[in-house]
């Protein structure tokens, strides 16, 4: 006999979260009968809400459960429970459902293969103190990184996404993460304004002009925001890169040539199996920084990681 699991009871600070799980049956009981299995997940907030702000959790939610495995985990239904009065006891209320129309984001309308549990990279189980906890977290995270989650799960699972189009997603995904978690100058901001000021002094009638081109000069660049990232995961970045200086000068090429369409920049920028070999590891090394985020440690990243047939496939690349 095939048991269900068990309802598994999540608190967080912000929530209470509860996965359970149910069936229905196809066919005929007593020849041959279908068991399809579904999940379903409870979000309690401590206070009433604005449905934006509740649909936000389901999004948060849904994006985590994708990054958990590896793989578009789509929402099939969403229900809203409203406060409502009761009509035949005056000064009660009860709770009465509501079928919402939900359109679930960055999910691919033809996913392929899904993966077998043992290739998932986490478990709610295995995040630690626990998983309302880390529910709580993401969520607070994921307005921090806003942008580059829209990037990143837009080039995995978005219709329509061409190949030199998701390795563009993925770059500017891994350097929006690095910019809004890491952050970083060239200069202390003392020591830029000095340099600055230098510089323009000499403008004359440019001036003006000059200042607006320099008003980002001391961001670090692309090239320094790649370097960062690699060094965050060492193992993670021995499995995929070969050689780090040829493998990011590619990326930068590939990046300036689709994002300018610098002609001289054509041979150069990857393309083809190249371009789809480069896709691949700037999609896991995104994904190692965003397991970083539910606070697991760099071998634990490295472990989960190692399970993916996908990731294993990344590590052939000669790049």
Not at 247 to 254: D, G, I, P, R, S
Not at 296 to 304: N, P, R
Request: proline share 5%.
């Amino acid at each position: 006999a095939y048991a269900f699991p068990k309802s598994r009871v999540y608190r967080g600070q912000t929530a209470t979260y509860t996965v359970g799980s149910g069936f229905k049956t196809h066919g005929d009981m007593r020849h041959n009968v279908e068991i399809e299995t579904h999940v379903s997940l409870t979000i309690r907030l401590p206070k009433y809400q604005l449905l934006p702000g509740c649909l936000e959790r389901v999004t948060d939610i849904q994006l985590m459960l994708a990054l958990a495995t590896d793989y578009p985990c789509s929402v099939e239904r969403c229900r809203l429970f409203l406060r409502v009065p009761r009509t035949k006891q005056p000064g009660t209320w009860q709770l009465a459902p509501v079928d919402l129309c939900y359109q679930p984001l960055y999910i691919a309308s033809n996913p392929g293969r899904a993966p077998h549990p043992s290739e998932f990279l986490f478990f709610l189980s295995s995040l630690q103190p626990d998983a309302g906890s880390a529910f709580d977290a993401w969520h607070l995270k994921r307005a921090d990184l806003d942008s580059a989650f829209a990037l990143f799960f837009r080039a995995c699972y978005g219709d329509g996404m061409t190949l030199d189009r998701k390795a563009l997603y993925y770059l500017q995904a891994a350097e929006t993460f690095h910019r809004r978690r890491l952050g970083g100058c060239s200069l202390p901001e003392t020591e830029h304004q000095k340099r600055l000021n230098e510089v323009l002094a000499g403008a004359g009638s440019h001036r003006r002009w000059l200042e607006d081109k320099l008003q980002y000069s001391n961001e670090l660049s692309l090239r320094k925001r790649l370097q960062e990232l690699l060094r965050r995961v060492p193992p993670v970045t021995a499995d995929l890169v070969k050689n780090k200086s040829k493998f990011v000068q590619l990326a930068l090429y590939t990046r300036n040539y689709l994002t300018h369409f610098d002609r001289r920049l054509e041979k150069k920028a990857a393309s083809g199996r190249r371009l789809y070999e480069l896709s691949e590891i700037l999609r896991y090394l995104t994904v190692a920084q965003l397991l970083l985020e539910l606070d697991l440690s760099t071998t634990a990243v490295h472990h989960a990681l190692r399970k993916s047939l996908r990731y294993q496939d990344a590590m052939s690349f000669d790049l």
